[in-house]
């Protein structure tokens, strides 16, 4: 009886921990091309606008439950593809700061916001799913390195504006977006190697 009693407290002081700083995020406000307003918690683009700061209740990293969260599949991920386990951390947490449930205004979807197109040529039926989002996000990742031959801001600016797009500028796109989004993710990779 002591032993469930514990259980449930410790339960219970645990969940509250998370929904006490999930709650707590600032909010972004974007205004689109046809006049809809978008908010995030996760501005990828200049174009975002703080709308709303609020402070954290407690000291709990959200980024870094969402990594003890995940790190076992990103872990096999890694394995599977060869591809650092801190590169898709960096990638997920550029992408939609371990936000599951993250929805782009372009459609993408998921933790490492897959776009439907690459979703069906990932064979990703469930894109909030953390295992195959993972999964595919790496493989797609993965894909782009050997495309560009290692050369990861390449690759990474290929996996947010589009190969097409580093083709036609022949390196990083000159997109505000593109850019900072590079710069963010090479930075957290390169801080946590």
Wanted: charged residues 20%.
């Amino acid at each position: 009886m002591k032993t469930l009693y514990i259980f449930i407290a410790t339960a219970v002081f645990l969940i509250n921990i998370v929904y006490s700083a999930a709650a707590a995020a600032d909010i972004y406000m974007r205004v689109g091309k046809n006049g809809t307003v978008y908010f995030s918690n996760v501005p990828v683009s200049s174009g975002y606008n703080l709308y709303m700061r609020t402070q954290r209740k407690s000291g709990i990293d959200i980024n870094g439950y969402g990594r003890v969260l995940y790190k076992n599949i990103i872990l096999k991920a890694s394995k599977k593809y060869n591809v650092s386990p801190k590169l898709i951390e960096a990638v997920i947490k550029a992408e939609s700061g371990f936000n599951i449930k993250a929805v782009s205004d372009k459609g993408a979807e998921g933790l490492m916001q897959l776009m439907p197109q690459t979703q069906r040529k990932l064979d990703v039926t469930d894109p909030f799913n953390p295992s195959q989002n993972i999964y595919g996000g790496t493989e797609y990742l993965k894909s782009l390195i050997a495309k560009y031959r290692g050369n990861l801001p390449l690759a990474l600016a290929a996996y947010n504006a589009g190969s097409k797009a580093v083709k036609k500028y022949g390196g990083i796109p000159p997109y505000d977006e593109t850019r900072n989004y590079v710069n963010e993710v090479m930075q957290y990779y390169n801080e946590k190697r």
